[in-house]
């Protein structure tokens, strides 16, 4: 009885103590977290549609010793973007894994962490119009990098990226849960599965790559040879397949392990909204 009371003791006491460094940890937290700002700027306030829309995102540090943030936060979906209407941009940018990319904060200093970031290649800026873009905020390694100010950029009419016109295609016939990411517009190349380099874009459809639940599209400005050098099973899941042609360009698809029970039409889907002509 005795040794049982002693283990509750000396249990009691662990769990103060752990609850003495949590609460210590949380208030570092919250100390480095209110000494840090993060200030939005565009790089231009009008712009027409189907131009870049480039921002600048800094984190000013007003702590009394050094910080780290990672600039990685931007890589994903943590804006928002809300159109002329009040409705939230869709979100068409990376999807994956990122590199950490810590930075370190002086005190009483500046850092940028990203600089004439495209918010195009992020989101669908379809209509024309006033949008209001602010950076959500988010958490590495114990150090949160809050959100910041809002900004307002007119987007006047202007044709959209010819890529953009295919996602705003596309987007409506995704299965729900799935998401629909496109290549950046400095992308200049594509690689369909199996195939050479070339010109063009990439717009997937996926709702978990790494469990094989995606659809793969590459739209070319040339036809992409077989590589014979590319093995199934090494660098892609299969031999991608050609479609057709639409507006010019060559399509190619290939569908990951999954996808057919999933999205058994899928490619007569995307062929349709594509209005893709086989040759």
Known sequence: METVI????????????????????????????NALSSILVAEKTAV?????????????????EEVTVDKSATAFDCFDATDPDGQPATYVGFI???????????????VTIADRLDLTDKYVFQ??????????GGEHQGTAVPGSN??????APGQLTELDQLVIRLLPVRPKGWYLTKSPRDQQEVAPFGRSRVAGYS??????????EALYVWLTKAEAQ?????????????????????RGLYVY???ASKTPALWPKAIDVISRVLQIVKE
């Open 6 to 33: 002693r283990m509750r003791a000396i249990t009691a006491v662990l769990l103060v103590t752990l609850l003495a460094f949590a609460t210590q940890e949380m208030k570092g937290r919250e100390t480095h977290s």
């Open 48 to 64: 027409r549609r189907g131009d870049p829309i480039r921002i600048f995102l800094r984190v000013k540090s007003q702590a009394e």
């Open 96 to 110: 994956g894994q990122a590199v950490s990319e810590p930075v370190r904060v002086q005190p009483s200093s500046t």
């Open 127 to 136: 209509k024309a119009g006033r949008y209001s873009i602010r950076f959500r």
């Open 150 to 155: 809002a900004i307002t950029v007119d987007v």
């Open 203 to 212: 717009a997937h459809i996926c709702r978990d790559y790494y469990h094989g």
């Open 226 to 246: 077989v590589d014979p050098e590319q093995k199934p099973g090494i660098n892609f899941f299969s031999q991608s397949e050609y479609l057709g042609r639409t």
């Open 253 to 255: 698809v290939a569908e």
